[in-house]
């Protein structure tokens, strides 16, 4: 493996890299605009992703220890994760807003129970709308002492509850913003660190052509 190979390695894992998670971004945001869960393609782009990330980064850990061992790179699969996070945890939040931005009827619901599941704690509760009856997630952490509390549905489906509770509007709004946030300052970082690498390698490419007199072979 030659300083050539290494520099092109990098540039092709990047690229692929990169087009699977444009892809899965499209897709998760696509989701969370038409209300749906996340879809069977969002998810196997995901797993690609994650599998491709791992193998990736081992390549690119053994190449840079067998050819170029003293230059500081670190490769991008921090910047992946938090792009896979901020599609799951931030397309909830996004799913959140869009149903916010429709329009909505208030009422007063009952609330009748809280359970938890793991650590998170779950309320349910029944409410009427023109004389129909229903029943949904509430959004509050605890039953209120009257067990009143008013909420929001969609007008066009009285079946969902837009209201929200202030830990899931803080966890997956704010969330997902902080989780792109740090995609897009770990991506400036690690291009940073690879334009410096590259400038590197392909010095130690010249270096070898100025001392062979003539092209490295590359493998």
């Not at 909505?104 to 023109?130: H, L, P």
């Not at 830990?167 to 334009?195: E, M």
Request: charged share 15%; with cysteine; glycine share 10%.
């Amino acid at each position: 493996m030659t300083f050539v190979d290494l520099v092109f390695f990098r540039r092709v894992s990047t690229a692929t890299m990169v087009l699977v998670m444009t892809a899965f971004l499209v897709s998760a945001v696509v989701g969370a605009v038409r209300n749906e869960h996340p879809s069977g393609l969002t998810l196997a782009l995901a797993g690609i992703a994650i599998v491709l990330g791992l193998v990736f980064a081992g390549m690119r850990s053994l190449r840079f220890a067998a050819v170029a061992r003293d230059i500081n790179t670190r490769g991008p699969l921090p910047v992946f994760l938090f792009v896979l996070f901020a599609g799951f945890i931030g397309g909830i939040g996004l799913q959140q807003t869009v149903l916010a931005l429709q329009p909505t009827v208030s009422v007063i619901a009952e609330v009748s129970y809280c359970g938890t599941s793991g650590r998170t704690v779950k309320c349910s509760g029944e409410y009427t709308v023109d004389g129909v009856e229903h029943d949904g997630d509430m959004p509050v952490r605890s039953v209120p002492s009257d067990r009143k509390v008013e909420i929001k549905v969609l007008a066009a489906d009285h079946d969902v509850v837009v209201s929200k509770s202030w830990f899931d509007i803080a966890f997956f709004r704010g969330g997902g913003i902080a989780l792109i946030g740090l995609a897009i300052g770990y991506g400036v970082r690690w291009i940073r660190l690879a334009r410096t690498a590259t400038v590197e390698l392909l010095g130690r490419v010249g270096s070898q052509v100025h001392s062979n007199g003539s092209n490295p072979v590359v493998n």
